[in-house]
């Protein structure tokens, strides 16, 4: 059985697998960083981890649950705050490629959104032969209509990308 995590919302609680709150804590860490104008998820880890209090109970039915609300039972996890290390400054200057290596990425990606074109296309006009094959069946019209839709606004975002590469 996977963890799960109780995450305190007033006097509710929603359970999400540990895994995912884990994600959902490190994503609140950054936009609360950015939104401080702190640089990175270190300022917004460090934050979370200094007020953050979680407790682990396990069920009769023996289900693991951690959350921030202290329940009966409920043992408090002694967690040491993570070590953070300020970003170190990159230089754009390592990660330029040549102009004949770009010329050639270019190239194969012109070539490739060219190739996904075309498949658009054929499978553009194979939805349009089935709905014109499907006769009377409305349900599968419908079904082979929406294919259509779907094709066409594929071969519009396609030629944008292509307009954007010339």
Not at 32 to 45: I, Q, T
Not at 60 to 66: D, E, I, L, N
Not at 77 to 100: E, M, N, R, W, Y
Request: glycine share 8%; aromatic share 4%.
């Amino acid at each position: 059985a996977a963890a799960l995590y109780k995450l305190g919302l007033g006097a509710w609680g929603v359970r999400i697998p540990v895994a995912l709150a884990a994600g959902a804590l490190v994503w609140l860490a950054v936009r609360f960083a950015r939104l401080l104008g702190g640089n990175g998820p270190a300022v917004g880890l460090a934050a979370l981890a200094a007020h953050a209090e979680i407790y682990k109970s396990v069920d009769a039915s023996g289900r693991v649950t951690y959350s921030n609300i202290p329940t009966k039972g409920a043992k408090k996890l002694s967690i040491t705050p993570l070590t953070t290390v300020p970003p170190s400054s990159i230089s754009d200057a390592g990660l330029k490629v040549d102009s004949q290596t770009q010329k050639m990425r270019d190239g194969m990606r012109y070539r490739i959104l060219n190739e996904e074109l075309k498949a658009e296309k054929d499978r553009l006009e194979a939805s349009r032969k089935a709905v014109a094959d499907a006769g009377g069946d409305e349900a599968k019209a419908k079904r082979y209509r929406d294919d259509e839709k779907l094709h066409e606004k594929n071969i519009e975002a396609l030629k944008k990308e292509i307009a954007n590469l010339k």
